[in-house]
């Protein structure tokens, strides 16, 4: 079974501060997934990464890939409080459209 | 184009009911994937679906079960629903084979009594 965990569960923080969010696995995935979902919606993709040691910008968001695949973090810069929401790493093999879905990172920005 | 759409947004059940979720996926899409969100367990794999045709399976009882129709809209069912069936079910449709990106609906909020 393959388990991703992401660390850590829950974070405060105030608007402009820096955060790190981990997710790290013992299985190799074939792809890495973020998502950010919001109360009462569905998860929304923010990036995917495919290649070992691959380094994604989305403005204030940076995502790596682990060298060997099995791991990933996801690095924001001067929060703010639209950043608010569930973060989620998930990850998927190559046996279709399964997806694995870590813990989740439950973030709030303060003003 | 529309999103995932899925229906009925809420639902309150009591234990020993069944009862049927259904998703339309994006217009295009072939592939249905079902998924169950608990504060506990977090958000785990149920089923996928592609052309009719389960694919891929977690690891849930057989009260879980799907089903999907030639025009790829796809139904999940829970027969005998217990009060840890209680959570969130989401839907995501995508194109074609793995590695195409999966987009989720809102999801449909069970809740079982």
């Known amino acids: 079974t393959q388990l991703l965990e992401q660390s850590p569960q829950f974070l405060s923080i105030q608007e402009g501060e820096n955060l790190t969010v981990y997710c790290n696995s013992s299985?190799?995935?074939?792809?890495l997934q973020w998502y950010r979902q919001e109360p009462g919606e569905g998860p929304v993709l923010l990036v995917t990464v495919v290649t070992g040691g691959e380094v994604k910008k989305l403005k204030r968001l940076t995502f790596q890939f682990g060298d060997a695949r099995k791991d990933s973090s996801l690095h924001i810069t001067a929060a703010q409080p639209g950043d608010t929401g569930l973060y989620l790493c998930?990850?998927?093999?190559?046996?279709?459209?399964?997806?694995?879905f870590g813990g989740g990172t439950r973030l709030m920005v303060k003003p | 184009k529309a999103g995932v759409t899925q229906t009925p947004r809420y639902l309150i059940k009591t234990r020993g009911q069944q009862v049927t979720l259904s998703c339309s996926p994006i217009s295009g899409h072939r592939s249905v994937s079902w998924y169950q969100q608990t504060p506990g367990q977090g958000l785990q794999f149920l089923f996928e679906y592609f052309s009719e045709t389960q694919r891929n399976k977690g690891n849930f009882p057989g009260r879980f079960s799907g089903r999907q129709f030639s025009n790829s809209r796809s139904e999940m069912n829970v027969s005998t629903l217990e009060l840890g069936d209680s959570a969130l079910y989401l839907c995501?449709?995508?194109?074609?084979?793995?590695?195409?990106?999966?987009?989720f609906g809102p999801g449909t909020r069970l809740t079982v009594l």
């Open positions: 299985s190799v995935f074939s792809s």
């Open positions: 995501a449709s995508s194109l074609d084979s793995g590695g195409d990106t999966q987009y």
């Open positions: 998930a990850g998927e093999n190559n046996a279709g459209n399964m997806l694995t």
